[in-house]
């Protein structure tokens, strides 16, 4: 399964890589939408996103319409292997994490918890119609929101991805967290209602 998996996220990635930057830009438009319509979009509290890399949908349309009440955070890797979040706005200073992925440039005491999040929208390589996830193999998410195998949401898991990451089924792992929703430029994807 190993194989197929990383087989799987190198075609994935390829698909996406391929949309062309008019599609990309209409795509974060409409993902904005999406997500600031889902029923249980918070109006106040912190809300995670990431910082879009290697072909993602981009989450800054979004960012800049959350509601003022929301304060909008990038995740931040700790050292024991579970994410943390920081409060960021554009312009606040960055520095690369060990991926090269920019992470705001705060002290560790400043970060919050993942339990501390009210809606976290997590990047993906791949995902079905029932919200399994497919990452891009870390762990991080999974690791950081395992606590949501026993309880009930919040934080809300959301994924973000273009339709064409979209596939038939994937296998869920034992360890794997499951997602709430998933948003694309063209449906949304509710684990409660199974319907796009």
Not at 25 to 45: D, H, K, M, N, V
Not at 164 to 182: G, I, M, N, S, Y
Request: with cysteine; aromatic share 8%.
């Amino acid at each position: 399964m190993t194989a197929d998996r990383a087989a799987l996220r190198r075609e994935l990635r390829d698909r996406r890589r391929a949309l062309p930057a008019s599609e990309r830009i209409a795509g974060a438009e409409r993902l904005a939408q999406r997500l600031l319509a889902l029923p249980f979009a918070p109006a106040s509290g912190y809300v995670a996103g990431y910082w879009a890399m290697d072909g993602e949908i981009a989450l800054h349309v979004w960012q800049l319409r959350l509601p003022r009440e929301c304060v909008y955070c990038l995740p931040v890797l700790h050292e024991d292997g579970q994410l943390r979040f920081a409060p960021w706005r554009p312009g606040d200073p960055l520095v690369s994490n060990r991926h090269g992925i920019p992470e705001p440039d705060l002290s560790t005491d400043a970060l919050l918890d993942a339990g501390q999040m009210s809606l976290v929208v997590a990047p993906l390589v791949g995902f079905d119609r029932s919200c399994h996830r497919l990452g891009m193999g870390g762990g991080w998410y999974d690791r950081s929101f395992a606590f949501r195998q026993q309880q009930a949401a919040p934080p809300w898991l959301v994924g973000a991805a273009f339709e064409v990451q979209r596939v038939d089924a994937l296998e869920r792992a034992d360890w794997d967290v499951a997602l709430d929703a998933v948003c694309t430029e063209s449906a949304t994807y509710n684990v409660a209602s199974e319907t796009a």
